[in-house]
């Protein structure tokens, strides 16, 4: 797993809470914020899959 995936995956589950909280507290700005911290992490995180799989796919020679 590189800093890309974990970063990302740690942002998303911030998001989350966020959104959560902002969802339970009536809070639309949290809320709207969570949701877009949440996706950013998860575009992060698909970043660094597509990283470790081309890693992945050179190692195996293909």
């Given at each position: 797993?590189?800093?890309?995936?974990?970063?990302?995956?740690?942002?998303?589950?911030?998001?989350?809470?966020?959104?959560?909280?902002?969802?339970?507290?009536?809070d639309?700005?949290?809320?709207?914020k969570?949701?877009?911290?949440?996706?950013?992490?998860?575009?992060?995180?698909?970043?660094?899959?597509?990283?470790?799989?081309?890693?992945?796919?050179?190692?195996?020679?293909?």
């Open positions: 797993m590189n800093k890309d995936q974990v970063k990302g995956r740690v942002e998303e589950a911030k998001g989350k809470v966020k959104e959560v909280t902002g969802k339970m507290i009536n639309e700005e949290m809320e709207v969570g949701k877009v911290q949440k996706n950013v992490g998860k575009g992060q995180a698909g970043y660094g899959d597509a990283k470790e799989k081309v890693k992945d796919e050179i190692k195996k020679g293909h």
